[in-house]
């Protein structure tokens, strides 16, 4: 996998970290009292971005890239956190995203001498993860990786997004730098310090966040002859409140090369949430159907090209399900051929009616059918009362100001659909490796931490749902299941860090 690298570095001398008042630096360590203190140099610098073999990557933006405070845990064999080195506040190099500035190293930084892994994490979340060195110290890595909820606000902020070590398949999420590790007595310190930071360890870091763009094909976006549509905006929804540290490398086959897939905390089947909408609350956000005139309509306003972000939300194979997916929502006015532009009307049994119209098809019904259907939709949408004696007196009256925005969506799942102004909604799940065609295929639906998934609108064949595509209020007609020594030598380390690219996806997208 080709990156953009970073070198993330500190340009100004550092205190050791846990050394005490007479401890003051690093000139001044008693020859053979090297206990607890650790020195890393951080430094920033990066490359281009580069095409991976079938996957483009694109560069973060600066607000996307920039290394505010560093954190790194060190690990010994066993997986157990030795020690922290924090560097917050830190000043670093950064590129924008752009460009390859130049960027100066630190001095190395002394760490435990068992030290043989590491873990970094950039811009941490400290009200979600405490890894303060009194929190994580002793403890093994599976503990300090817990998932924890969190909004996607906690870590996408402006030049303060949350970046941690992308892994490998095979090694998982800690780093192995025995080779980088160099030993280091009193009498040999000036060499130690030359040779490590002569050979720094590369640690590949990844956003937690995934981000999503939708934009509409223009001008080649197609439509049935006659018919018209007017974009009006787009949401996601289905979004996960929990994320990790690390989510662990998932292989899949016939994957696109370069492309990864990880394992959330409700990744598996058994792991999504069960018990209606409050358990769907609890593990998601995701934009709500209304019950009554006094709801209020969710708002699916996001401009045509423009971005959102969100934590990853992943899942095996068999847990692809439309509850559980993340989705874009398209809200727009669909108007079908042979009805004024933009204005309402209603569906039933693929014909479409003006008021006018639909009144002079229900009186023509001498039985069953619209005669049936129609009362259904009005008494559930509150037109009617439930125990009106004349119902078709009632229909012969209606008229449009009977009807507004809201009228479709509490009416909604009946045979009888009301579009007021001909808007309609759309549902669409998105795609993560787009070579994936085989349906339920491991890979197929998600989204990653660090990929960018670009969905372009392309075509549309008719009028999405009058109302809102709601995971937790599913169409009852047409369900879908939604250790350490106290007494151990140091060693020096040099960390380089690099920064993946943003993974980036196309999804073309036909409305129906």
Not at 199 to 218: C, F, G, M, Q, T
Not at 281 to 299: E, R, T, W
Not at 319 to 327: I, M, P, R
């Amino acid at each position: 996998m080709k990156t953009r690298s970073f070198l993330l570095s500190t340009l100004a001398a550092f205190m050791l970290a846990g050394c005490s008042s007479e401890e003051a630096g690093e000139n001044n360590i008693p020859g053979d009292d090297l206990n607890g203190k650790a020195y890393l140099s951080l430094s920033l610098k990066s490359h281009s971005a580069t095409t991976r073999a079938a996957t483009a990557t694109k560069p973060g933006s600066e607000g996307e890239s920039h290394a505010g405070n560093v954190t790194v845990l060190l690990f010994d064999k066993d997986d157990v956190c030795l020690d922290v080195v924090d560097f917050n506040n830190a000043e670093v190099g950064n590129s924008g995203g752009e460009g390859n500035p130049p960027a100066a190293a630190s001095d190395v930084k002394l760490v435990p001498e068992k030290t043989e892994k590491v873990f970094v994490v950039i811009n941490p979340y400290s009200a979600g993860w405490d890894l303060s060195k009194d929190a994580v110290k002793g403890k093994p890595w599976n503990t300090i990786n817990a998932a924890i909820d969190a909004t996607i606000a906690n870590v996408t902020g402006n030049k303060n997004f949350m970046m941690a070590s992308a892994g490998t398949t095979d090694a998982g999420a800690l780093t192995d730098v025995k080779s980088n590790v160099v030993k280091v007595t009193p009498e040999n310190e000036a060499t130690a310090k030359d040779q490590a930071k002569a050979n720094p360890a590369i640690i590949n870091v990844d956003r937690l966040s995934a981000k999503v763009e939708v934009a509409v094909k223009s001008p080649d976006f197609t439509k049935p002859e006659g018919s018209s549509f007017t974009f009006g905006g787009w949401e996601l929804s289905v979004t996960n409140k929990s994320v990790k540290l690390y989510s662990d490398l998932i292989t899949y086959a016939n994957a696109t090369e370069g492309a990864v897939y990880r394992r959330d905390k409700n990744y598996l089947l058994g792991e999504q949430p069960t018990g209606g909408e409050s358990a769907m609350d609890a593990a998601f956000d995701y934009l709500k159907n209304i019950d009554s005139q006094d709801g209020v309509i969710p708002d699916v306003a996001q401009t045509d090209g423009a971005s959102r972000y969100c934590l990853e939300n992943t899942m095996d194979a068999e847990a692809q399900q439309l509850g559980f997916t993340t989705k874009v929502v398209v809200k727009a006015q669909y108007t079908p051929s042979g009805l004024t532009e933009n204005s309402s009307y209603f569906s039933w049994k693929g014909n479409y009616y003006t008021l006018e119209g639909l009144q002079k098809a229900y009186k023509e019904t001498t039985g069953g059918g619209l005669k049936t259907d129609l009362p259904i939709f009005l008494k559930k949408a509150g037109i009617v009362e439930e125990g009106v004696s004349d119902i078709d007196k009632a229909i012969e009256e209606l008229t449009t100001s009977n009807f507004n925005e809201k009228t479709g969506i509490i009416g909604r799942f009946c045979a009888v659909r009301y579009y007021h102004s001909s808007v309609c909604y759309y549902d669409v799940l998105i795609r993560h490796d787009q070579a994936i065609t085989t349906k339920m295929a491991l890979g197929r639906y998600g989204v990653v931490r660090n990929n960018w998934y670009h969905l372009e609108l392309q075509s549309v064949s008719g009028p999405g749902t009058p109302w809102i595509p709601d995971p937790s209020d599913p169409d009852p007609t047409n369900p879908t299941p939604p250790d350490t020594d106290d007494d151990e030598a140091d060693a020096y380390l040099s960390v380089q860090i690099t920064i993946n690219p943003w993974t980036f996806w196309t999804q073309g997208v036909d409305l129906h």
